[in-house]
């Protein structure tokens, strides 16, 4: 199909966004909004953008005019017809859109196709009483969506090959790529997105971390844009926490989607974040003011001149190993080598999928001498450290020393000048798995669900997420990076000490761990 006019019903931010990309890809657009006035005013909003735009050179003066000239207001929906698709960016209530598409369809032609912009319902029941349910699809765009380049494309259970296909092609000559998902709760993004904030809510509800700590282990750790109360808080309570309620009760309670007592509360209460200048932080016109005052405190309290008399390691990968024994030889720390740890030794202990007590058990040392390290990310990032409930004070303070604030047994100057040159370091309560661990295998484990449901190709599902939440890597990219087998360690010890389902293994990322393939690996149809 050659699309020569697109009709945009909707002219709020997305639909005025998907406006901006069609005309700039050369597509005349009718812009036709129910609410008196509103088409007029998204397009003097989209000008007043555009002219900004090539005032910093982005757009030359003809080609403004020429986008311009492209952006036409209809007054009413019969004016659309001449559309070869039609996108509806309305209000998400079923009812609401299932009535437009029945006007639609009195006034399009018979080859129109009718494209939702829906973010969460589904496309089969929106085309359920429709004439022709076969030229419906869904067409989801991200905010904003000029610099948001991906667009979910959904067929229904109805809906032509045809119709995605000029759909996915429509996509790429508006300069996104477009992904093509199964008609399920959440598509792939929203779907996908499900791991990251309600993981941190639990592991903040556990008391392991303050939010502010739990933010920055997985912004400098990590490697996330943003923490995930940060991101909270930018979205609005009022948004998150009901997609959070719906993805739960459309999955009929999957444990994996399981919301938090807490951003319900919050709602109630009215704390929506940055919009209302309050969430988890505290915000003056619009700029986080809260400080992590608690954890700069503790820190100054605990490398008060502490002395390591020598550090015995336990590591799960010997990869782990060798990388903490070059660490300490760097920074002149005595290594004890014995099999069993001196009493004066600091035991350090890397570990996956554990909490410190259970490790030290295994390791057969003792806990009081025992602090953990998150070897999941990198030593020159950002270091998280884990004391069992039983750990001594000045074994604390050594591997804070060790790995915060201050490094080794150096002068305090050498000291404070190598932890900046290395990143900084967060102490955390016990916890089954740290915080980077926990979030970041069940991102990867969360994808490999999605895979396996084929709602999209492994491939889609990694560039989706990708593109659309921002993450570091796409959850199949990333399970590859730090090795499937070790993701899989993580989420069978979790599972096996908490027994909660949330953190049972995807099939697909036990088979693939097991046979030490990629996570992109399909099985071939013979």
């Not at 998907?18 to 050369?26: F, H, M, S, Y």
């Not at 005349?28 to 989209?46: F, I, T």
């Not at 004070?393 to 100057?413: C, H, I, M, P, W």
């Not at 979030?439 to 449901?453: F, K, R, S, T, W």
Request: aromatic share 6%; glycine share 8%.
């Amino acid at each position: 199909m050659t699309v020569n006019t697109l009709a945009i019903v909707g002219t709020g931010i997305m639909g005025m966004g998907i406006a901006q990309i069609a005309a700039q890809a050369d597509i005349q657009v009718l812009l036709y909004d129910a609410k008196a006035g509103a088409a007029e005013q998204g397009r003097h909003s989209l000008q007043a953008m555009l002219e900004k735009l090539t005032a910093k050179g982005k757009f030359s003066d003809d080609e403004l005019q020429a986008m311009l000239n492209r952006l036409t207001v209809v007054q009413e929906l019969s004016q659309i017809a001449t559309a070869e698709i039609v996108v509806e960016a309305i209000i998400e209530n079923l009812d609401i859109k299932k009535q437009l598409f029945a006007q639609l369809e009195e006034v399009v032609t018979a080859d129109t196709i009718l494209a939702t912009n829906t973010s969460s319902l589904s496309v089969t029941a929106i085309a359920a009483d429709c004439d022709h349910p076969e030229r419906v699809a869904g067409f989801h765009f991200f905010n904003p969506v000029p610099l948001m380049k991906i667009v979910e494309i959904i067929p229904g259970l109805s809906t032509q090959q045809s119709v995605i296909d000029a759909l996915t092609d429509l996509a790429k000559r508006m300069g996104h790529l477009g992904v093509v998902a199964k008609d399920t709760p959440g598509f792939i993004v929203n779907h996908g997105g499900r791991a990251y904030g309600t993981e941190a809510l639990k592991i903040l509800g556990e008391g392991v971390a303050s939010f502010e700590q739990i933010d920055r282990i997985l912004r400098e750790g990590a490697g996330f844009r943003m923490g995930p109360f940060e991101l909270l808080d930018l979205t609005g309570i009022d948004v998150s926490h009901p997609v959070m309620e719906s993805i739960y009760d459309q999955f009929y309670h999957e444990a994996r989607y399981r919301p938090h007592p807490l951003t319900r509360q919050m709602l109630v209460g009215k704390k929506l974040g940055r919009k209302v200048g309050g969430g988890f932080y505290q915000y003056e016109k619009g700029q986080k003011i809260s400080v992590d005052s608690a954890q700069n405190q503790s820190s100054e309290v605990l490398v008060s001149d502490a002395t390591i008399s020598s550090v015995w390691i336990g590591a799960d990968l010997a990869e782990d190993k060798t990388q903490l024994i070059d660490y300490l030889n760097a920074h002149d720390v005595t290594i004890d080598d014995n099999d069993t740890p001196h009493p004066d030794s600091l035991v350090l202990l890397a570990i996956y999928g554990e909490d410190t007590t259970n490790a030290a058990i295994r390791y057969q040392v003792d806990p009081k001498q025992a602090v953990a390290i998150d070897m999941l990310t990198e030593l020159t990032k950002h270091r998280t450290l884990m004391p069992s409930i039983v750990t001594q004070e000045r074994f604390v303070a050594q591997a804070y020393a060790l790995f915060g604030s201050s490094t080794g047994n150096k002068g305090s100057d050498s000291r404070e000048a190598d932890a900046q040159e290395a990143g900084s370091a967060t102490l955390i309560a016990e916890s089954t798995g740290f915080v980077a661990q926990r979030v970041v295998a069940m991102v990867i484990n969360l994808g490999c669900d999605i895979a396996m449901q084929k709602i999209a190709t492994p491939e889609d599902i990694d560039n989706a997420v990708k593109l659309g939440l921002g993450y570091p890597y796409g959850p199949i990219s990333w399970g590859d990076h730090l090795g499937a087998s070790r993701v899989l360690l993580i989420l069978e010890r979790i599972y096996a000490l908490t027994g909660d389902p949330r953190y049972r293994p995807s099939p697909w990322l036990q088979r693939r761990a097991k046979l030490a393939v990629s996570l992109f690996t399909q099985q071939a149809i013979y």
